[in-house]
Nanobody, 121 residues
Framework: QLQASGGGSVQAGGSLRLSCAAS????????MGWLRQVPGKDREFVAA????????YYSDSLEGRFTISRDNAKNAVYLRMDSLKPEDTAVYYC????????????????WGQGTQVTVSS
């Protein structure tokens, strides 16, 4: 089970930190990621992190503004979002998958509920 939190409303240029708490399965066997979705569009890959916290992957569109991290001792994964833009407004989902970390939304097997992020101009 994945439980995301930390969404909210922020002005453009601001920052938010999303958190995701995992339970119910060996956390360290899963790669973790964040995806986002706006109404009428498919879920979009944002970031992923390997089981060890080593390799990380990001959407090219983020231009280095987001940072994914994980704490295996706490069964948690985080997404630090800086320099937020109105186009970052979306529901953000925490997700997990087996094997090597990948960018494809189809690679994620487990999904949490979303948390809304709203960025105003």
């Amino acid at each position: 089970q994945l439980q995301a939190s930390g969404g909210g409303s922020v002005q453009a240029g601001g920052s938010l930190r999303l958190s995701c708490a995992a339970s119910g399965r060996a956390f360290t066997t899963l790669f973790m990621g964040w995806l986002r979705q706006v109404p009428g569009k498919d879920r979009e890959f944002v970031a992923a992190i390997s089981q060890t916290g080593g390799p990380t992957y990001y959407s090219d569109s983020l231009e280095g503004r987001f940072t994914i991290s994980r704490d295996n001792a706490k069964n948690a994964v985080y997404l630090r979002m800086d320099s937020l833009k109105p186009e970052d407004t979306a529901v953000y989902y925490c997700a997990a998958g087996s094997g090597s970390a990948r960018r494809s939304p189809g690679a994620f097997e487990y999904w949490g509920q979303g948390t809304q992020v709203t960025v105003s101009s």
